[in-house]
């Protein structure tokens, strides 16, 4: 029995699709006018992460994910790199591409883009103005007037006298409330525009995901999802618009994933403290970065440091020496494994605890590898199968363990005097073969002598 915590209830609570066995599941996704940082990565992994266990758990699920590809700080990028935002937005669309292929992060059925939705924007924001809860001061733009709506505040927990207290009307702004939000921004000279029944201008941004999730998966779907940075206001204000354009409940759960952190700051570009997807996978193996990002649970942060990624490191390490030598055969036994695994996911993807279970059965594998080879490799194919469920431990051990050899050693040269040590030693030539280990330890080659034969990988 699946419970997931809702971030509305405050609560965990047992999850029942709104329509019998289908789950439908729509998630923020990017602002595209740079390189993802590795706080975009934690969302997608976690929600890819989601995505896996709900289909293993057999539900007939729909995942959409949007792009927002129109907004202030895509216009300035733009303006600043002398192209055009489209030009912009396409290019960092295929890095984001490239950066989720990397990190093994299934990509969403369905990637709606907020310029290819405008009519649908208009519309909602026309059925808000004709119901009294938006209104269009003549100036170009529409504002959501908050005070009407009476659940306002009902995800963050805010309550709208305390918002006011401090809030201010900008010169250039028509508001009849500071609290009210745009949803349609009039044109300002050089920016890219749409033509509207208030005149040429471009959406707010909170207006776009209300329209693209509705779009997609119905007035009222199964799961709302994105980093915990956008509860308030970004969520607060979907909920505000959709209900009240709709008159139905907007998502039945609503989950948030912690953020990355530097030093106790959350990572953020706004912060210029932030290292792009890119930037670490060009120094670590993509599984270890991953592994990192689904070992901590998806709803706590995770304190970005270099001894972080060593330990997530470490960790795959031990299981793919455990994988090992072993022949990639199905998954044989260890059922108990996969009852202690599926009670840790189920109670609100509890990866911690999941992970705990592949640590066991890697114990396991270990202790039987010598005396019950068979058994073994049965529970290794068990290993790989739990492992593909969190996204990792698909890879060939080996190739794994010599990540990053290329180029420091030359893997001929490394065989071969393995080959020369093993023929020393076959010829009890002891002297000769601690020297060649010597040598293979100089150049960083770490031996590991085991029943099936001599392996190696880099130190390190």
């Known amino acids: 029995m699946l419970t997931i915590y809702n971030t509305l209830s405050k609560t965990k609570e047992v999850f029942k699709p709104l329509e019998g066995n289908k789950v439908r599941m729509y998630v923020c996704g990017m602002t595209v006018y740079d390189f993802c940082h590795l706080g975009h990565g934690r969302s997608m992994v976690a929600f890819d992460l989601v995505t896996r266990w709900l289909r293993y758990s057999g539900y007939d699920l729909t995942y959409v994910r949007n792009i927002t590809d129109i907004d202030d700080k895509i216009i300035n990028r733009a303006n600043e790199n002398g192209e055009s935002f489209d030009a912009l937005t396409a290019r960092m669309i295929d890095a984001m591409h490239e950066d989720e292929r990397r ?53 963050s927990r805010k309550k709208i006298e305390d918002l006011r207290i401090g809030a ?10 500071p609290l009210d939000f745009v949803l349609w921004k009039g044109v300002k000279p050089g920016e890219p525009s749409w033509e509207s029944p208030w005149g040429a201008g471009r959406p707010g941004w909170h207006i776009e995901c209300s329209v693209m999730s509705t779009c997609c998966l119905g007035e009222s779907f199964d799961i709302h999802g994105g980093g915990n940075d956008l509860e308030f206001p ?7 618009q959709s209900e009240a354009a709709t008159g139905k409940q907007y998502a039945n759960s609503w989950m948030h994933c912690g953020m990355i952190r530097i030093n106790g700051e959350k990572m953020s570009k706004s ?9 670490v996978l060009d120094k670590y193996h993509p599984e270890v970065v991953r592994y990192l990002l689904v070992s901590s649970h998806y709803r706590s942060s995770i304190n970005y440091s270099e001894d972080s990624l060593r330990e997530s490191k470490g960790a795959l390490e031990r299981f793919y020496h455990a994988l090992r030598g072993l022949p990639r055969v199905a998954a044989a036994g260890g059922e108990e494994y996969v009852e202690r695994f599926t009670a840790a996911m189920n109670d609100d993807f509890g990866t911690p605890e999941a992970c705990a279970v592949l640590f066991d059965l890697v114990r ?9 080879p068979q058994a073994a490799a049965g529970l290794a194919g068990r290993l790989r199968e739990l492992g593909d469920l969190l996204g990792v431990l698909q890879l060939d051990a080996d190739d794994f363990l010599r990540a990053g050899a290329e180029g420091k050693v030359n893997a001929a040269e490394v065989e071969a005097l393995i080959q020369a040590r093993l023929q020393a030693r076959a010829d009890k030539n002891w002297a000769e073969s601690d020297r060649i280990r010597d040598q293979l330890t100089a150049m960083g080659v770490v031996l590991e002598d085991g029943k099936g034969g001599t392996t190696w990988r880099l130190a390190d």
């Open 271 to 279: 912060l210029n403290n932030f290292f792009t997807i890119r930037d």
């Open 364 to 372: 396991e594998i270990n202790r039987l590898r010598e005396n019950d």
């Open 168 to 177: 201010r009307i900008e010169v250039d702004e028509a508001k009849q409330d």
């Open 234 to 240: 970004h969520h607060e204000n979907e909920i505000a």
């Open 103 to 155: 990190l093994n992060i299934l990509p969403p059925d369905q990637e709606p883009r907020a310029t290819d939705h405008i009519a649908g924007m208009h519309a909602m924001i026309q059925t808000l103005i004709d119901k009294g809860y938006a209104y269009a001061p003549g100036n170009g733009d529409v504002y959501y007037r908050v005070g009407k709506f009476v659940g306002y505040g009902k995800l």
